[in-house]
């Protein structure tokens, strides 16, 4: 029974030190490119992990029209993260254009995250597609 006990106690460490390993930080700079509908646009997000909390700051360049940037905010589970972008632009308009922006994210590496973007403004635009980021 004790070899049995050895065993067992053996695996426990051996697994809580893997699910240590692969526990994410994603802290830093992140950038991606992706189509937003017929434009391209390119991102540069600046990332701070707090527990299993995201916060941060972005700026979009688009291929055409203005640079656009917002807050961050999110969680990592396992090798998931779901992030949420929040934007307000002023489109000359009276109501300027709020736009949230959720990515699903599965965690690649250290360095790569791989997913599905989904937006939608409040004039009930959306849009959805592929994204992938690195980390600088």
Do not use: H
Not at 27 to 44: A, H, L, R
């Amino acid at each position: 029974m004790t070899k049995f006990a050895l065993l067992i106690t053996c695996i426990l460490i051996l697994s809580s030190q893997g699910a240590q390993a692969q526990k994410a930080d994603l802290t830093g700079d992140w950038t991606s490119e992706y189509q937003f509908g017929p434009i391209k646009e390119s991102m540069t997000a600046n990332i701070q992990q707090i527990g299993s909390n995201l916060i941060g700051s972005y700026i979009v360049k688009p291929s055409e029209g203005a640079e656009y940037s917002g807050i961050i905010f999110g969680s990592v589970e396992g090798d998931k993260a779901t992030v949420n972008y929040l934007s307000v632009r002023n489109s000359g308009d009276v109501n300027p254009q709020v736009i949230i922006t959720l990515a699903d994210c599965r965690i690649v590496d250290q360095d790569k995250l791989m997913g599905t973007y989904y937006v939608q403004d409040s004039e009930m635009n959306a849009i959805s597609g592929p994204f992938e980021a690195t980390r600088e």
